[in-house]
């Protein structure tokens, strides 16, 4: 069965650092780009950050300079590194494919971005 499943959120100060991290299972793994979503308080959920099976990523601009996204072959996951993270940043984080969210999503990781 094809899964997803993130860690790494928390409650951070801003200016503070976060990384998340998304377990996949094979089968979405290695046949698509992988893409970090985050959902905000009130807010439609969004594309942060996409990176395709090369290894080319692609930010919204919003976070570029900020995060960084990457993806282990290996141990079929991926990554987010936030740095310099906002109040704005504070959402829940979810990962899936890209463009388009193919597979069932996860129940996501929080992020909490508050003095």
């Known amino acids: 069965q094809e899964q997803l499943m993130e860690s790494g959120g928390g409650l951070v100060q801003p200016g503070g650092s976060l990384r998340l991290s998304c377990a996949a299972s094979e089968g979405i793994f290695t046949k698509a780009s992988m893409a970090w979503y985050r959902q905000g308080p009130g807010n439609e959920r969004e594309l942060v950050a996409s990176?395709?099976?090369?290894?080319?990523?692609t930010y919204r601009d919003s976070v570029k300079g900020r995060f960084t996204i990457s993806r282990d072959s290996a141990k079929n996951t991926v990554y987010l590194q936030m740095n310099s993270l906002k109040p704005e940043d504070t959402a829940v984080y979810y990962c899936?494919?890209?463009?388009?969210?193919?597979?069932?999503w996860g129940q996501g990781t929080q992020v909490t971005v508050s003095s």
């Open positions: 899936n494919t890209a463009p388009g969210a193919i597979a069932a």
């Open positions: 990176i395709t099976r090369n290894g080319i990523p």
